[in-house]
Structures are given as structure tokens and as C-alpha cells.
């Protein structure tokens, strides 16, 4: 078991025709993902490494089944290409990055009980079975422990230390970096929660809003098991916005001492250096 | 992107919110004379905390001495290029309302409190009972407030949806001869929205590196150290920072790269790394869709063609690690596997 993702995930790639969905998909399909097809308007009928692309979701899935989207589309059009795969009864991952956070409130109200993974996300991955994201799948290990990140790269970072040290994930989320998420940690937590396979997990937060403040309290009452942390920006000046457009403390929250502090009173382990996470969990 | 308090104002008018009588000026000179015995003079400025700075002052008599007295004013780094001169009110009563984005609910959110005139960070501190939270969904509505304040609310919440506004905030909404006026406006406008906001070109509220930076796709800030950083993802860059930062070394900026720099982007990159004169130099490129190759080759091509010769330390693994790696050694630069050792070296070359 992993969460959210196996090898029977079947996956339509929205933007398939594109320079980022063309060679993302092909990534995909070669680390073992079922991508079954992929929709760019305008463009159905043609081939793209031999995954099918139609008009739209509602004709690919005359012709295929498939349970998620994952959406390579620019910022301008995202929120389009998402509803019309929420429409279509799709959960979804967006990767797409500079989605106005008007369109994300829209998105995630109108998904209602289906999954959203972003936007400005780098995807998830179930290493050995499925990945739908961006991530470089050799970096991953099949294993035990659950990671849920606000970041992309700082994401590959921590977990080739835990795969070098023998630590193996059951399923990696990269949640995303803008202020607005289709699934916060609490989500995924408490997926990660019934999931027998998964023993621990690693939390990788930033400064800007109060996710893990909240994702504290949460593991406080409701997560049995081990948690990890590193946080992102203990150095960050205030009142700078610094990349993710999450990433921005105003006055006196948001700042990584504050969630450092609420972590450690949950219980939870909190790394100083990203190598120290894989160290924290043996 | 922040508005300025008369921008913010401006778009009020438009929905019908009431604001104090008032015009803008940049110049004592363009001054005219306000129908108002007693008139406020406040600096048009992004930057919070003006009041306490001086920025803002009643006048009677001296206005234009008064006007001239603020602007050219430095108010926290930032220059009073304009003042917006208003008639001075009768305040009543001073409230809070504002509509800002609910994280945690993932919505819209109604604020409004009847402690107006302060900090509300510090009323949600040391009073959070007297903040009243609507979060605006289906079904929600407006009427736990006071009737004479829910059209307000109502045209706030329109603002935020048409202007995308991450926060529409008027702090005071006061009451003065019955109505109520907003004499504060603190707008600020979604970036990734601004594409379909032509009306909002300009930003202002960058240096001019990191204007440069924003116009070639990087994400730059200005920080007060001296070791340049450069990588890919904004949280591996702070963490970058607080590596460096553990390890004695103080950065110069941040510098986010982006998903999948090519050649020109690293040397852009580079360009506007050195633009404050650094000690040194930390690349820390982990490449999932952004290519070790690509990367190596901006950084080969800048330090020769600028001859630059600056203590650098690079990090660069991931996609095309190998192809990367041979480019470095081919122009004799090492690199080093570690984020941290490469933070250990930078902080020992510079010191």
C-alpha cells in the first residue's frame, strides 16, 4: 500500500502536446506510470510517444479509464484545464506554477471530495509503482517512510540523503508552494495514518502562513506516528517574499522559529540541516 | 503587488465605497486648496509603519510647508514621492474591515472588528474575540454584521474577486457624521494575476536588481551579506541560506534559478549575482527538469568571458550530472557533492 497512487493509477496528461507535458509524460511512462492519454484542444488525433491525445477529457475518457489528471498547463489556462477534469470526475495534479490564487479558491471549491494536489507543485510519487510529477525518479527508493513537502528540489534534496542511508518512501507529495493548496499536510496525514505501510514521515515546510502550526496541533491529537521536520528559512528577513507565494512572512507569524517551535511541542523531531533528517529517523 | 493607500482609495470610489475628500499631489505647488478647515497630509508610501515615521501630519494653516516636509522624506528606505492631502474627519467611532485569502479554509475570509485604528495583528494577539470571522463560501453570509457595514462588506468582496486581491483592507473604517468612510486603503493585488490586469504594469515595490531579475525570469532578493547564492527551487534556497547561515557565512541575496534554467538564464543569473560586488560565489543546483549540462555551460561561458575570479564553490548534481561535471573539470572548476561541505568551503575562501 502507498497512498493515493499505485501501479494501477491510470493517468490522462492535460498539456501532453506541450514542451513540459511532452517530456514529463515521457519520464512518467518510463518510471512505470500508466499514462493512458493525454487532451491538448485542438490537437486529438496525434501521437505523443505513443500516448494518444484527444480534444478533451470527456472524449479520452469515452475511449480510456482514468482516475487522475495531471496538468501541465500555463498559468493563464489552468484553471480551466482543472475544473474540466474535475468536471469529468478527475482528482488531479497541477503542476503549473503563477496560478492566481482567485483560481485556486475556485478549483479547490469546486473539486469537493476529489483530490488536488497543488498548484506549483512538483507532483507525487509512489516510488516502485507510479509517479505523476516532475521529480527525478532514481532519487527515490521504495520503503516506509511518508514525505509531504511545500518544496520541489529542496524535496530531491532530503530524500537522496534518506535513500542513500537506506530509508525507503512509500509515497512522496509534493504539496506546493502558493498560499492557496488543493491538500495541506493535515490531508495527508491523515491518509498516511490508515496507510499500513507507511511508519513514519518527514515534513518539509517554509516560512510564510501557518500550515505546520496547524499540521502541530494536528499531529498533537490525531498522528500516532514518528514525524521528522526540516523547515525551510530560518534566515529569511521578514517581510520579503522569497520565491513560493506562500513564502512570505508578514509580522510576526509565519516565521520558521514559530513553526519550529510548534513542531517540537507536538513531539516532532526537527532536523537544523537537511542532512540531519535521515539521522533523526533511524 | 501592493497599491498605494490613494490607489487603493481610487478603486473604493469606483464601488461606490465612501472615501474623505482628498487629492494627490508631488509638488507644494500643485496644491490648490482642500474645502476643509483642517486637513491630513499622508505619504504615499508601500512601506507599513509611515505614521510612526512621520509620514502622516495634521494641518491647518501650513499645509503646503507641511506637504513639503514629507515628501522627499525617506520612510524606511523608501522615497515619499507623492502625498495624498485629505480633509481631516470627525471621527466617531474607528472599525476594521477587510476581505483577505483563508489558507486554511482555502477561501475568501470577511474581517471585521470594532477595534479600528490599531495594528489588527495585534488585536488578533492580545483580543481575538473581538475580531468577528466570516469565511465567505457557499451559503455564508454577511448578516452578523452590522447593517450599515454589510454593503461595505458586500463591495470588498467584489473588489477582491474582480481586482484578484490577496487582501482589501480598510483600517479604520470610521463613522463620522453617521457615514461610514474608509480613511485608510491597503490593497494588494495577486501577482500571478497581474496577466489579466493590464491596469497594474508597473511594480513597484522592487530594487532595481531585482527588477532586472524579475524581467529574466529569477527570483532575487537583496540581503546583506556577502556570498552570492545561486540555485534552483526557492525552499532549496532558503535552505541554501540557512546552511550557509549555520556554517558562519552570511548571503548576499537569494536567487532562484527556476525549473529548467537554460545556458543564458544561469548566465543572467550570474550577471545579477555580482551586481553588489560579492566575495564569493555558491552555486547549489539539485537538476530534476533543470540540466547539470545547461548550467555548467552559463557558468563556463560568464567566468571566462567576464574573467571573473572570485573564490566559487559549486554543487551540482541530478539530471545530466555527468555531462555537467565533465564540462566543470574540462575548465577547471571542481564542484563538490555536498551542500554542506560546499557551505564549509565558501564561508572558510571568504573569510
Known sequence: ?282 | MKLLEHEGKEIFRRYEIDIPKGVVVSSPEMFKGLNAEEVVVKAQVLVGGRGKAGGIKFASSVVKETISSILGMSIKGEAVNEVLVEEKLPIEEELYLAVAVDRTNKCLILLYSTEGGVDIEETALNNPEKILKIPIKDGSSFASLPKDVQPIAEKLYRISKEMDAELVEINPLVKANGKLIAADAKVIIDDNALFRHPEFSKKKDYTYIEEIAASSGLQYVELKGNIAIIGNGAGLVMATLDVLDYYGGKAANFLDVGGGASVEKMEKALEVALMKNPSGIFINIFGGITRCDEIALGLVNFISSRNVQLPLVVRLIGTNEEEGKKILNENGISSLDSMEECAKKIVELTS
Open chain 1, 1 to 282: 500500500m502507498m497512498i493515493l497512487i499505485d501501479k494501477d493509477t491510470k493517468v490522462i496528461v492535460q498539456g501532453l502536446t506541450g514542451k513540459q507535458g511532452s517530456f514529463h509524460a515521457g519520464k512518467m511512462k518510463e518510471y512505470g506510470t500508466q499514462v493512458v492519454a493525454g487532451v491538448t484542444p485542438r490537437k486529438g488525433g496525434t501521437k505523443v510517444d505513443g500516448i494518444p491525445v484527444y480534444n478533451s477529457i470527456k472524449e479520452a475518457l469515452e475511449k480510456h479509464e482514468a482516475s487522475w489528471s495531471i496538468i501541465f498547463v500555463p498559468a493563464k489556462f489552468a484553471k480551466e484545464a482543472a475544473l474540466e477534469a474535475i468536471e469529468n470526475g478527475l482528482n488531479i495534479v497541477l503542476i503549473t506554477e503563477g496560478v492566481p490564487v482567485h483560481d485556486s479558491i475556485k478549483i479547490v471549491q469546486e473539486a469537493k471530495s476529489l483530490t488536488v494536489i497543488g498548484p506549483n507543485c512538483p507532483g507525487m510519487i509512489s516510488p516502485g509503482a507510479s509517479k505523476l510529477g516532475i521529480m527525478p525518479g532514481h532519487v527515490f527508493k521504495k520503503g516506509k517512510v511518508g514525505v509531504i513537502s511545500r518544496s520541489g528540489t529542496l524535496t530531491y534534496e532530503i530524500v537522496e540523503e534518506l535513500t542513500k542511508a537506506g530509508i525507503g518512501q512509500s509515497t512522496v507529495v509534493g504539496v506546493g508552494g502558493d498560499p492557496v493548496l488543493g491538500s495541506s499536510f493535515i490531508d495527508l496525514l491523515e491518509l498516511f495514518e490508515r496507510d499500513k505501510d507507511t511508519e513514519k514521515v518527514v515534513i518539509i515546510g517554509e516560512i510564510g502562513g501557518d500550515m505546520e502550526e496547524k499540521t502541530a496541533d494536528f499531529i498533537k491529537e490525531n498522528f500516532s506516528k514518528p514525524v521528522v521536520a526540516y523547515i525551510a528559512g530560518t534566515t529569511a528577513p521578514e517581510g520579503k517574499k522569497m520565491g513560493h507565494a506562500g513564502a512570505v512572512i508578514s509580522g510576526s507569524s509565519g516565521t520558521a522559529a514559530a513553526k519550529i517551535k510548534k513542531l517540537k511541542e507536538a513531539g516532532v523531531k526537527v532536523a537544523r540541516l537537511p542532512s540531519e533528517v535521515a539521522k533523526l529517523l533511524l
